[in-house]
C-alpha cells in the first residue's frame, strides 16, 4: 500500500513536472500574446484619440462654420428687414399722398357738384321767370289780335252792311227786289 501510494504519488509528482514544464510555455505565450495585445490595445487607443481629435476639429470647423453662415444669414435678413422697411416707409407715404388727392378731388368734386346744382336752379328759376313772362307777352298778343280781331271783324261787318245798303239800294234804284236775288 505504501508503495502503491508512492508509485501514485510519483505519478502525480511527474504529471505536475510535465505540466510545469507547459507552464513556462503557456506562460510565455501567454506573456507574448498580452504584450501583442496590449499593444494592439495601444495602437487601436492612439487611433480612437486621433478620430475623437480629428472629431472635435470637425466639430470646430463645423461650428465655426455654422456661426459664420449664421452671421451671414442674420446681415442678409437685417439688409433684407432693412430694404423692406424703407419700401413700407416708402408705400405708407405713397398711400397717404393717394388719400389725400383723394380726398382734394372729393372735395373738388363736391363743390363742382354744388356749384352744377346752384347754376341749375339759378337756371331754372331764370327759365320759370322767362316762360311767366312768356306766357304773359303771348297772353297780351292774343288779347290784342283777339281785340284787333274783333275791332277789324266789327269795321268789316260795318263796312259789308254799308257794301250791302249801297248794293240794296242800287237794286231798288233799278227797280230790283234785293230780297229775290
Do not use: C
Request: no cysteine; aromatic share 4%; hydrophobic share 35%.
Amino acid at each position: 500500500a505504501a508503495e502503491s501510494q508512492a508509485e501514485a504519488t510519483s505519478r502525480r509528482a511527474a504529471l505536475e513536472a510535465g505540466r510545469l514544464g507547459e507552464h513556462p510555455v503557456r506562460w510565455r505565450d501567454t506573456a507574448w500574446q498580452a504584450k501583442a495585445d496590449s499593444q494592439g490595445l495601444k495602437r487601436r487607443l492612439w487611433e480612437l484619440e486621433q478620430a475623437l481629435e480629428q472629431a472635435r476639429e470637425d466639430k470646430r470647423d463645423m461650428h465655426a462654420e455654422m456661426t459664420r453662415q449664421y452671421q451671414e444669414l442674420q446681415k442678409q435678413m437685417a439688409a433684407h428687414s432693412q430694404r423692406l422697411e424703407v419700401k413700407v416707409k416708402s408705400l405708407q407715404e405713397q398711400l397717404a399722398t393717394r388719400l389725400q388727392e383723394s380726398q382734394q378731388t372729393q372735395e373738388t368734386a363736391t363743390k363742382a357738384l354744388a356749384e352744377r346744382d346752384r347754376t341749375i336752379v339759378q337756371l331754372q328759376g331764370r327759365l320759370n321767370a322767362m316762360e311767366r313772362e312768356y306766357e304773359k307777352i303771348l297772353h297780351g298778343s292774343l288779347d290784342l289780335v283777339l281785340a284787333k280781331m274783333a275791332e277789324a271783324s266789327q269795321h268789316w261787318e260795318e263796312v259789308g252792311t254799308t257794301i250791302s245798303l249801297e248794293h240794296k239800294r242800287l237794286l231798288q234804284e233799278f227797280g230790283l227786289n234785293p230780297l229775290e236775288i
